[in-house]
T-cell receptor, first 113, second 109 residues
Framework: DVKVTQSSRYLVKRTGEKVFLECVQD?????MFWYRQDPGLGLRLIYF???????EKGDIPEGYSVSREKKERFSLILESASTNQTSMYLC????????????FGPGTRLTVL | AQRVTQPEKLLSVFKGAPVELKCNYS??????LFWYVQYSRQRLQLLLR??SRESIKGFTADLNKGETSFHLKKPFAQEEDSAMYYC???????????FGGGTRLMVKP
């Protein structure tokens, strides 16, 4: 059973703070993804990684960075949080082969005041 | 650029009624499409995929390339089908998904 875990379910930060969101998967998946989920906009890809230390920009990378130092861990970093980054953040992982199912974490609801 | 459109934000039906959640896409290549579902207080999870031609929990989805659609259908809705449904399209490399805006399905007793 694939498990994708995220470090926090709820997080409240202030404008300008540096924020770290952590994601860990235990299925040895090569691909890992960070999305934000907003009502009416669905899920939008922020960044993804297909290997350790490799990363690719998604559709909305501005204001975010990522780190993948170990295969099982993928971190999303908000260098200077802003109120428009208040959202639900979902992490996902999948095997490397194309068109594979993505397995999602429970989400982190981030509020930036 | 690829795009997925789900025109209805909310769909409300009575138990036992047929359901159709609409999904339209724009894509230059051969599309690989999926439906994901998120039940209340649960994770987003795969419901079904076009490539498998499967029926899951009574739901089916047919790819219509002429109309660029991948609508999700179920002949008789159940209350437990109430959830958020997302249509998703893979890119050419098969590693990135583009999601639609989602449709919330409410099945009333």
């Amino acid at each position: 059973d694939v498990k994708v875990t995220q470090s926090s379910r709820y997080l409240v930060k202030r404008t300008g703070e540096k924020v770290f969101l952590e994601c860990v998967q235990d299925m040895d998946h090569e691909n890992m993804f960070w999305y934000r989920q907003d009502p009416g906009l669905g899920l939008r890809l922020i960044y993804f990684s297909y290997d350790v230390k490799m990363k690719e920009k998604g559709d909305i990378p501005e204001g975010y960075s990522v780190s993948r130092e170990k295969k099982e861990r993928f971190s999303l970093i908000l260098e200077s949080a802003s109120t428009n980054q208040t959202s639900m953040y979902l992490c996902a992982s999948s095997p490397l082969a194309p068109y594979n199912e993505q397995f999602f974490g429970p989400g982190t609801r981030l509020t930036v005041l | 650029a690829q795009r997925v459109t789900q025109p209805e934000k909310l769909l409300s039906v009575f138990k036992g009624a047929p359901v159709e959640l609409k999904c339209n896409y724009s894509y230059s290549g051969s599309p690989e499409l999926f439906w994901y579902v998120q039940y209340s207080r649960q994770r987003l999870q795969l419901l079904l995929r076009h490539i498998s031609r499967e029926s899951i929990k009574g739901f089916t989805a047919d790819l219509n390339k002429g109309e660029t659609s991948f609508h999700l259908k179920k002949p008789f809705a159940q209350e437990e089908d109430s959830a958020m449904y997302y249509c998703a399209l893979f890119n050419n490399a098969g590693n990135m998904l583009t999601f639609g805006g989602g449709t919330r399905l409410m099945v009333k007793p």
